[in-house]
């Protein structure tokens, strides 16, 4: 573990975890979210199953209306890809609107309620993990 390592750990365990502390003290956002990864292993926490599907699944619970639409989203299942710039989150979901939907409109209702969970997904991911590549998909209706 070196010192940058060692400095930002005792800050989590002394504040609560928020990656925003990595820039106080100066750290480089990629080595941020190595750090971060490593943090949370250390205890004992599967980053991807543990803190960012609990996460993203708290979100999905609490998104009921979008677009002027009632729907219900639920979680399926994710994956965390480490890209060159740093990490990317992908997940998929089901949902169901609450009124009925024609099929020939079905595509673009979908595609809009994509982009307002994603909206909110990535807000939180990348304000409190600073992960900034999220990308979610409905699967089903």
């Given amino acids: 573990m070196n010192d940058s390592e ?3 750990f005792r800050a989590w365990d002394k504040l609560g975890y928020d990656f925003n502390v990595s ?6 956002p990629t080595d941020a979210q190595v750090y971060t ?3 949370f292993h250390s205890k004992g926490l599967d980053y991807k199953d543990d803190v960012l599907d609990e996460e993203v699944k708290t979100i999905l619970n609490n998104f009921d209306f979008c677009d002027g639409e009632y729907v219900t989203v639920k ?3 994710s994956k965390l890809l480490d890209e060159s710039w740093g990490w990317f989150y992908q997940y998929r979901m089901e949902c169901d609107f609450h009124r009925e939907i024609s099929r020939y409109d079905i595509y673009e209702e979908i595609k809009t309620l994509e982009t307002c969970v994603d ?3 990535r807000d939180k991911l ?3 993990y600073g992960i900034g590549g999220v990308q979610g998909r409905v699967i089903n209706r």
């Fill in 119 to 121: 909206s909110a997904v």
């Fill in 6 to 8: 060692k400095i930002l």
């Fill in 126 to 128: 990348f304000m409190k």
């Fill in 23 to 28: 820039e106080y003290l100066e750290i480089h």
């Fill in 37 to 39: 990864l490593k943090y």
């Fill in 75 to 77: 979680f399926i299942s």
